[in-house]
T-cell receptor
Framework: DAGVIQSPRHEVTEMGQEVTLRCKPI?????LFWYRQTMMRGLELLIY????????DSGMPEDRFSAKMPNASFSTLKIQPSEPRDSAVYFC?????????????FGPGTRLTVT | GENVEQHPSTLSVQEGDSAVIKCTYS??????FPWYKQELGKGPQLIID?????GEKKDQRIAVTLNKTAKHFSLHITETQPEDSAVYFC????????????FGQGTTLQVKP
């Protein structure tokens, strides 16, 4: 059974460029979460969706960040324009909606480097 | 809002010894407490969780305890092995269908052979 799939695994880009990170949640899961992990700030929740609808985007750092979930099996996190301080590992996680305990299953992450 | 504090930030033990990581949470409405293990270059992996209606849960060498009154919970690893070396995160969540996890800062565990 495939877990959460993220692509690309590594991304190196120059400041000012647009970056798009992709996520495929576990089939049947209705909740999807985007996290950012850095040494300084640890694991931060950026945004999460339930049934493809954004529920809480209070963690999105600024307007340069946007996320979409056009269907139950795909989500994107876009940064435009990118800046060096966006360098981090970005994780996507999914969870079965309605589960009282909210187990979240993480993907392998995308390591983003902005030069 | 909810806040989760995790200690220690680093922990070094000899192989075969036990390791204990502790977390405290601020929101008394929290009722779900998972623990994640993150190995280098990988995403966090759920290893054990506990719900507020129980005080302890075990899974082989791993156990988690919960003290609702004091609002703290702990991860216990017995007979540690080098492959237990990783970063461990605790988290807390309120009971709901849409609630989000609040993570602790992480503990880097090193098990020396």
């Amino acid at each position: 059974d495939a877990g959460v799939i993220q692509s690309p695994r590594h991304e190196v880009t120059e400041m000012g460029q647009e970056v798009t990170l992709r996520c495929k949640p576990i089939s049947g899961h209705n909740s999807l979460f985007w996290y950012r992990q850095t040494m300084m700030r640890g694991l931060e929740l950026l945004i999460y969706f339930n049934n493809n609808v954004p529920i809480d985007d209070s963690g999105m750092p600024e307007d340069r960040f946007s996320a979409k979930m056009p269907n139950a099996s795909f989500s994107t996190l876009k940064i435009q324009p990118s800046e060096p301080r966006d360098s981090a590992v970005y994780f996507c996680a999914s969870s079965p909606l309605g589960g009282p305990d909210g187990e979240q299953y993480f993907g392998p992450g995308t390591r983003l480097t902005v030069t | 809002g909810e806040n989760v504090e995790q200690h220690p930030s680093t922990l070094s033990v000899q192989e075969g010894d036990s390791a204990v990581i502790k977390c405290t949470y601020s929101d008394s409405a929290s009722n779900y407490f998972p623990w994640y293990k993150q190995e280098l270059g990988k995403g966090p992996q759920l290893i054990i969780d506990i719900r507020s209606n129980v005080g302890e849960k075990k899974d082989q060498r791993i156990a988690v305890t919960l003290n609702k009154t004091a609002k703290h919970f702990s991860l216990h690893i017995t007979e540690t092995q080098p492959e237990d070396s990783a970063v461990y995160f605790c988290a807390a969540k309120k009971k709901s269908n849409t609630g989000k996890l609040i993570f602790g800062q992480g503990t880097t565990l090193q098990v020396k052979p």
